[in-house]
């Protein structure tokens, strides 16, 4: 089965420093920062459209001066790196052992992907990615295709795990089954709304479900 994970907020627990880089970058640019909610809402978009939604009447040279700062500031934090959330590593050790293959489609850009991959063993467990800057962002289900075909496998043969309601619209808009972590951006209720197989409160929760999407697909 391909299992096809969101990164920040499912597999990593990173939202504090996205909203502080982001807070601080605003600071940067003399504009006023946005709250953690409002931030924590645009986790998982692509950066410019992330600023847009943040800021709607912010001018295109701003854009880019906030999208800058933002990025620059966030290499800095990101010199301490985030934390897994609990029993990751171990659930995406189980699934890969089982079999399964391992994808990530992620609000990040390639570079910040493979800054993060260069840093986690985790990182070998995945057999292809996708980040925004690579097509586009969501909740545009065009990087769960893109998987798919890589992979040779129609969109009922996945499953989708995030923790925003981005990851569970792009999986909706192509049937695919998602599944919603509760611990992430994004609040349960909004997740429950996108109707997702199941939220989980943790990551090993996954296992059991994984499991009965193999038996169901190929029995």
Not at 37 to 45: M, P, R, V
Not at 108 to 135: M, N, Q, W, Y
């Amino acid at each position: 089965m391909i299992i096809i994970f969101d990164w920040d907020g499912t597999i990593i627990d990173s939202r504090a420093k996205i909203v502080g880089c982001m807070q601080q970058a605003a600071v940067d640019c003399d504009m006023p920062p946005q709250s953690e909610e409002a931030i924590s809402n645009i986790i998982g978009l692509e950066l410019t459209l992330a600023i847009q939604t943040l800021y709607p009447q912010l001018p295109p040279p701003m854009i880019e001066k906030l999208r800058e700062r933002y990025a620059r500031r966030f290499v800095e934090a990101d010199a301490q790196p985030c934390n897994l959330f609990a029993r990751v590593e171990e659930t995406l050790t189980a699934l890969h052992r089982d079999g399964h293959q391992l994808c990530v489609a992620t609000g990040k850009s390639r570079k910040g992907l493979d800054r993060v991959f260069g840093r986690l063993p985790i990182s070998e467990l995945f057999v292809a990615s996708r980040c925004a800057d690579e097509t586009r962002s969501k909740p545009d289900p065009l990087m769960l295709h893109e998987l798919c075909e890589e992979l040779a496998a129609r969109p009922h043969e996945a499953l989708m795990v995030g923790d925003t309601e981005y990851d569970l619209a792009m999986a909706k808009g192509i049937d695919m089954p998602a599944v919603g972590v509760s611990y992430g951006a994004h609040a349960p209720a909004r997740l429950a709304a996108l109707q997702p197989l199941a939220l989980i409160d943790c990551f090993s929760e996954l296992l059991p479900i994984v499991n009965g999407q193999s038996g169901h697909s190929t029995g």
